[in-house]
Nanobody, 113 residues
């Protein structure tokens, strides 16, 4: 059974940082392009960052310079380091293995003072 389990979401003040993790089971994250999406209040789910199977990384314009995606193949985990968070980053963050249809259930991030 394939599972992607996100964790690390929390309440953080503006300007703060969080590191999200997405641990895979039943699926080798190194064999797939992995991506983080988010659903923010009033908006549809949007792509945040992705890492290609060969290591190329892409970021949405609204997170460039603030977020970093990485993958730890030994731990079968994908990370999303989020720095300089602002209130517009509030939402639920999901990871997915691109093209597989597998999604995690999400981890909530709240940025508020």
């Amino acid at each position: 059974q394939v599972q992607l389990v996100e964790s690390g979401g929390d309440l953080v003040q503006p300007g703060g940082s969080l590191k999200l993790s997405c641990e895979g089971s039943g699926l080798n994250v190194s064999a797939w392009s992995m991506a983080w999406y988010r659903r923010t209040p009033g908006k549809q789910r949007e792509l945040v960052a992705s890492v290609h199977v060969y290591g190329n990384k892409n970021y949405a314009d609204f997170v460039k310079g603030r977020f970093a995606i990485s993958r730890d193949n030994a731990k079968n985990t994908v990370w999303l380091q989020m720095n300089n968070l602002n209130v517009l980053d509030t939402g639920v963050y999901y990871c997915t293995a691109a093209g597989t249809g597998y999604w995690g259930k999400g981890t909530p991030v709240t940025v508020s003072s």
